[in-house]
């Protein structure tokens, strides 16, 4: 008989009324061995790497939508630029709290995790343009 796979999300995800993720409660939240045959962990790669470290790179991209050219702004609605926006801003908060004093190891890969799924959301934001894809990313 096959293993059933976890595919819930962990119970201690908090979000606030927006119902948008609460990066910090949910660390507060998070129990001293959680389960990491879900889902949530069991899909990030381990080569994938969240911290300070790529904070250059990330605002680097936030400049390039606020910096981009008019004949590739009209490519966009102002919705979709929105959307960029919002989501690297969450990215670079996301990999800035890697940084934060006290996380326990457990916390650091949750945070971790979490920044791999915020950054899945912004790739998802950014509308696909087989000629500009390569120079914009």
Known sequence: MAKKQNN???????YNADNELDVMATLKAVPEQPDKTRFFFREVPEWFEAGPENLDELRGSL????NMPDEERKKHT???IRKMRSALERMISCNEMMGTPGLSEVQKEVLRCICY????EAMNSIPSDPETDEEFL
Not at 8 to 14: A, N, Q, R
Not at 117 to 120: E, F, K, T, Y
């Open 78 to 80: 102002e919705e979709e």
């Open 117 to 120: 799924w915020i950054s899945l």
């Open 8 to 14: 819930e999300l962990p119970k201690w995800l908090v």
């Open 63 to 66: 400049t390039a939508i606020d």
